[in-house]
């Protein structure tokens, strides 16, 4: 079980970690940080991703941050941020983003473009763009070789805060971290980039480029994806 700490400084949401610096607690086998905060209006939330092939399933296949107001695993209300690449061509003919800052963050761009609210009816979907509106505000930079993912999300109604959570403080909620599976359609566009690459692409020395966007580069089929749920203890304004 998390526990959120009660937000006792500024947290501007603009992908980088300053913020929370010795809040974040770390996920040794999955390589990210998690850091939690909350006011008596807002929930604010770290997750720092230092793996390159969690960062490729983000990029390509997209990331979901479920809220169960129940305290359980209940896919209740959703933030699909970044959205990744599903359905979306490249926007040009090049390849993996290995060692090439300027492909990085075009990739990065294109993937965070957009935000989409899940729920909470079962048919509830909409879009907007990022980095949000109605009391939603998500970011997703590159810091330090790190992908820093913040969001903030109401924890109710009120002052204009459209999309929310359901709870106040002193409650526990549940809170889960899911990637999608990456659409095969991306994978066959990696593959054929790969193997046709154009004609300023690299070449030369005998080596290939490592396939990108969540598909490992010893094989074609994509990375599982990754989920990870937790109660969280949301904090108390503290009384002197």
């Not at 390849?95 to 909470?120: K, N, V």
């Not at 409650?171 to 990456?182: H, R, S």
Request: aromatic share 6%; hydrophobic share 30%.
């Amino acid at each position: 079980m998390l526990k959120s700490a009660w937000r006792d400084r500024e947290i501007t949401i603009d992908g980088s970690d300053a913020d929370w610096q010795g809040g974040l607690a770390y996920l040794e086998e999955s390589k990210i940080g998690i850091g939690i905060c909350n006011d008596e209006k807002d929930l604010y939330l770290c997750v720092v991703v230092s793996d390159r092939q969690m960062e490729r399933q983000i990029m390509g296949s997209g990331f979901i941050v479920w809220f169960d107001a129940g305290g359980g695993k209940d896919k209740k209300f959703g933030i699909h941020y970044p959205m990744g690449r599903q359905g979306r061509p490249p926007s040009d003919g090049r390849g993996s983003d290995d060692g090439d800052p300027d492909e990085r963050a075009r990739l990065l761009q294109e993937a965070a473009r957009d935000i989409e609210i899940i729920g909470p009816g079962k048919d509830d979907r909409f879009t907007m763009t990022a980095p949000g509106a109605g009391g939603i505000r998500a970011k997703v930079a590159r810091e330090n070789e790190n992908l820093i993912y913040e969001l903030k999300v109401p924890l109710n109604r009120g002052d204009g805060r459209e999309y929310v959570i359901g709870s106040d403080t002193g409650k526990t909620i549940g809170i889960g971290f899911e990637t999608l599976q990456a659409d095969r359609a991306i994978i066959k566009d990696e593959r054929n980039r790969i193997d046709n690459p154009p004609d300023d692409a690299p070449r030369g020395g005998g080596r290939g480029r490592r396939r990108g966007g969540g598909m490992p580069s010893g094989g074609g089929s994509p990375a599982e994806p990754f989920q990870f749920w937790s109660r969280v203890l949301l904090s108390q304004r503290s009384v002197p």
